[in-house]
T-cell receptor
Framework: AQTVTQSQPEMSVQEAETVTLSCTYDTSESDYYLFWYKQPPSRQMILVIRQEAYKQQNATENRFSVNFQKAAKSFSLKISDSQLGDAAMYFC???????????FGAGTRLTVKP | EPEVTQTPSHQVTQMGQEVILRCVPISNHLYFYWYRQILGQKVEFLVS????????KSEIFDDQFSVERPDGSNFTLKIRSTKLEDSAMYFC?????????????FGSGTRLTVV
């Protein structure tokens, strides 16, 4: 079974600083997709960034980037120049190539201090 | 930007009652999903739906749950006889295709409280 582990229940960062959220996953598949979702207090799930496992290049979306280490089954999210609006729960998620069942980690609550 | 719309945003129901949670997926999307999030816990997959039938479901999605696309725009989740442990945030999501790199577009969720 595929599982997603986020070992940091809570993280805190100073505004304008950089923070890295950890995610590891367990799978025997070789083709899959990884995602980071943001859930602000409004509770909506917002896609932040995504990565295809066959791509070695790390995905980047503006201030958000990932460090994808396939051999280590690690998919961390780096937020640069943190802003107050980045405060939210962040969920790491995994989906196999042809499966609709997206598996989520338990989430990391990020606090941004002004 | 296209949105997935869920109604109501909050529903309170008595234990044993039937509830229907409603969702309007993005119009050109073909795959629809329901997820739930018990307060403070992880988001869990319930069911996926394509071409008017269930394509996958989790062990959570037992006989008390059902889904339906009653018309061309709505996608509903029915809980036949609610239990206290059904209290959770229920998220509808849709995607243009199956699998693929595109993440799902989620709705804002319906908070279901069973009393």
């Amino acid at each position: 079974a595929q599982t997603v582990t986020q070992s940091q229940p809570e993280m805190s960062v100073q505004e304008a600083e950089t923070v890295t959220l950890s995610c590891t996953y367990d799978t025997s598949e070789s083709d899959y997709y990884l995602f980071w979702y943001k859930q602000p207090p409004s509770r909506q799930m917002i896609l932040v960034i995504r990565q295809e496992a066959y791509k070695q290049q790390n995905a980047t979306e503006n201030r958000f980037s990932v460090n994808f280490q396939k051999a280590a089954k690690s998919f961390s999210l780096k937020i640069s120049d943190s802003q107050l609006g980045d405060a939210a729960m962040y969920f790491c998620a995994y989906r196999t190539y042809n499966n609709n069942d997206m598996r989520f980690g338990a989430g990391t609550r990020l606090t941004v201090k002004p | 930007e296209p949105e997935v719309t869920q109604t109501p945003s909050h529903q309170v129901t008595q234990m044993g009652q039937e509830v229907i949670l409603r969702c309007v997926p993005i119009s050109n999307h073909l795959y629809f999903y329901w997820y739930r999030q018990i307060l403070g816990q992880k988001v869990e997959f319930l069911v996926s739906f394509y071409n008017n039938e269930i394509s996958e479901k989790s062990e959570i999605f037992d006989d008390q749950f059902s889904v339906e696309r009653p018309d061309g725009s709505n996608f509903t989740l029915k809980i036949r006889s609610t239990k206290l442990e059904d209290s959770a945030m229920y998220f509808c999501a849709s995607s243009e295709g199956s699998g693929g790199i595109n993440g799902y577009t989620f709705g804002s969720g319906t908070r279901l409280t069973v009393v």
